[in-house]
């Protein structure tokens, strides 16, 4: 596919190479095979993807890596595991431990030097089937215990080694759900054994995050929270509370799971700027751009267009606010998204399942090119592409 992006870009690469060879500089640096997301992105921004050790990084052996996994070490700095830290992989039974699908991340992301964002440590979905039949009788106490241990147990095995955690993720319901914004005092088993004061149950759990990894920054992280809205203002409300409480909360993650079929709230920079003027770290934790295809399973042009600005959106807004420390995508090819199988909707990530990049790949690209390692872009926002 040939677009009017990807013939300034040709352009933009030869000028590129012009001025590294006047400057005599290693042809690595200059040659364009070599420009890869993470070989762009500033200094003080990780390029993520989500990896599902499980199923994808088991036996990795670099010589060779399955094309997947080249891409995945030249593409990105950061990895996040996609389940293999939750509890239910990780914690199956009450005194039974299962670290084979992490290990394999941490393992894969040392060979590739790349950071890894922890996930997750608090959450209503994924968790085994003890603990839902176990918090049928929990008293807050045993919830505490519980979570306690956990925690000091799954972060201990990696401190030093992480460098986000999402401590936190998905602990408010959104205004459409019954009950409308409020902590999920319902859902999640420990918030609600805690229900009494479940603001000091999730202080806690940052508590002991820090205590088992001092160096981590540790996230609040939920989808919707993107722009300013009812929910990211609740955010910002605990995010208050909980610093003035002293609780050692570092960082708020909007996840950036989008669908064509809404808007792109045009705030999230703002939203973004609210937050790291208390002092916090954002980041962009889970990003896809998922849509409804026709009766053939394909998008249309336009869509295809949209979703590279949808990309390039949650790009620019952590791009152009220097708090802002990683952007993740939840997968980067279609064959391994989790849209599919949860959504009526697909072609999500930044490749197709063949690994053929997109427009969305090549809008990341250019923006990741254009951000100086101090951030500011060298194009002012608006004067870029796909318009
Ligand atoms: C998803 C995974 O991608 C799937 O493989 C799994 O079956 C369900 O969870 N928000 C989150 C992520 O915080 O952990 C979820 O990941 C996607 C939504």
Redesign the pocket.
Known sequence: MSHPTTMRRVAAIAAASLVAVALSLPAAQAGSRHHTLRSEAPRDLEVGS?V?GQRDLLGYDRRPPTQFQRILGAEFSSLTP??DM?WAEVHPEPDVYDFSGADAVMAFAKANRQEVRG??LL?H??NPQWVIDASATWTCEDARDVLEEHIRTVVGRYAGEIYEW?VA??IFQDEWDTGGVMLRTEANPFLKACAEDPVALIGDAFRWTHEADPEAVLFL?D?NAEGINTKTDAYYALAQELLADGVPLSGFGA?G?LSLQYGFDESMQANFERFAALGLKVAV??ADVRMPLDANGEPTAEQIALQAERYDAMLQACVNVAACTSFTV??FDDARS?VP??FPEGYATIMTEDFVKKPAYDALLETLTDATPGRAPRTPPGHHHHH
């Open positions: 989500a599902w996609e389940n939750k996930h997750t959450w979905s994924q999402d993720n998905e992280n989808y996840q799971h934790t889970e939840w997968g989790w199988g949860v």
